[in-house]
């Protein structure tokens, strides 16, 4: 990892003690936290320390649903990878449209795919289904049919 890369990391762990840092290689690390703490990470990571957000990720688990939020340190090719769970009881987060206008297409897809609703999203509606597509039905769940 570069030495850019390697005080970033340092700086997170002392700002956010709470998250569990792991590094899966030299250039990408998985950070998981709280989902309530999404918002003041997004904007450490992109407002002072000029990450980039690529995508982001949304998965079904066994647990619940996991988002991955994937930030690139583009001058070191370091990938900060933001790791948070979301109940299936209550599927909600924050969105990150506030920050990031370019989060509007991803989350719309996540919502639609998953169910996971974005809380304060502008237009949650859908990009890839039906207009006569069942509401309440998403094809990425474990239990669609």
């Known amino acids: 990892m570069s030495q850019l890369a390697l005080e970033l990391q340092e700086e997170f762990k002392k700002r956010f003690p709470f998250a569990e840092v792991y590094e899966h290689n ?50 070191t090719g370091t990938y900060f990878n933001i790791k948070i769970f979301v109940s299936k009881e209550d599927p909600k987060v924050d969105s990150l449209t506030r920050i990031f206008q370019a989060s509007n297409w991803i989350e719309r897809e996540i919502y639609e795919l998953l169910g996971i609703e ?14 006569d597509w069942p509401k309440d039905q998403y094809p990425l769940t474990r239990d669609y049919e």
Do not use: Q
């Not at 974005?118 to 207009?131: C, E, R, V």
């Open 26 to 75: 030299k250039r990408r690390l998985y950070i998981t936290i709280p989902k309530d703490k999404l918002m003041p990470v997004a904007e450490f990571l992109y407002k002072e320390k000029g990450l980039r957000l690529s995508i982001a990720t949304g998965i079904d688990t066994r647990d619940g649903f996991e988002i991955i939020y994937h930030f690139s340190h583009d001058a």
């Open 118 to 131: 974005f809380i304060g999203h502008p237009n949650l509606k859908p990009l890839l289904t039906s207009d």
